[in-house]
T-cell receptor, first 113, second 113 residues
Framework: DQQVKQNSPSLSVQEGRISILNCDYT??????FLWYKKYPAEGPTFLIS?????DKNEDGRFTVFLNKSAKHLSLHIVPSQPGDSAVYFC????????????FGKGITLSVRP | KAGVTQTPRYLIKTRGQQVTLSCSPI?????VSWYQQTPGQGLQFLFE???????NKGNFPGRFSGRQFSNSRSEMNVSTLELGDSALYLC????????????FGEGSWLTVV
């Protein structure tokens, strides 16, 4: 059972425009969410996170929005740059001594020059 | 500050063999977790170690095992390799694994032939 779902496998955006990457989750116990970016042949790199006590967190060009009632979060990148082209993973965890990250399958973002 | 280091980066094994992968976490990090990435499956959690103890485990068969040493370095072992074990194995470390950001290594590419 996929507890973290990234239903769109790919997204293509023009340079300078906004990229919106979506993620849905089913486990209501999840209370901490992260986004990772991954280039080919490299490990995932942490981008941004959000706790369930917030509905928005911003870091430069990256903003994550959380809608707890809909169990949905999104990552906005604005403006998008060609160097943003990568696979983006959404991940979630729940508070507890044995917390672990549950990842989605990833979205491949392509930013066209 | 050195990042997470994984060795070897690439290896090819034959069905039925066993393999050991190594991970050195970021200095000061005591939690080490392992993930398997296969095409179309995202990152799947294998297990997490903290202070030499397995604290959490994913849904993988017993052929997958790991351990952590007193210096926080970790190894994972896969016995009786199957073709389906071909994947990128990622190690990640964090301060204590409790809602901390986890940092990934570059991974070990395993091909089983």
């Amino acid at each position: 059972d996929q507890q973290v779902k990234q239903n769109s496998p790919s997204l293509s955006v023009q340079e300078g425009r906004i990229s919106i990457l979506n993620c849905d989750y089913t486990n209501s116990m999840f209370d901490y969410f992260l986004w990772y970016k991954k280039y080919p042949a490299e490990g995932p790199t942490f981008l941004i996170s959000i706790s369930s006590i917030k509905d928005k967190n911003e870091d430069g060009r990256f903003t994550v929005f959380l809608n707890k009632s809909a169990k949905h979060l999104s990552l906005h990148i604005v403006p998008s740059q060609p160097g943003d082209s990568a696979v983006y993973f959404c991940a979630a965890s729940n508070t507890g001594a044995n917390s672990k990250l549950t990842f989605g399958k990833g979205i491949t973002l392509s930013v066209r020059p | 500050k050195a990042g997470v280091t994984q060795t070897p980066r690439y290896l090819i094994k034959t069905r039925g063999q066993q393999v050991t992968l190594s991970c050195s976490p970021i200095s000061g990090h005591r939690s080490v977790s392992w993930y398997q990435q296969t095409p179309g499956q995202g990152l799947q959690f294998l297990f997490e170690y903290f202070s030499e103890t397995q604290r959490n485990k994913g849904n993988f068969p017993g052929r997958f095992s790991g351990r952590q040493f007193s210096n926080s370095r970790s190894e994972m072992n896969v016995s009786t390799l199957e073709l389906g074990d071909s994947a990128l194995y990622l190690c990640a470390s964090s301060l204590d694994g409790l809602r901390n950001t986890i940092y990934f290594g570059e991974g070990s590419w395993l091909t089983v032939v």
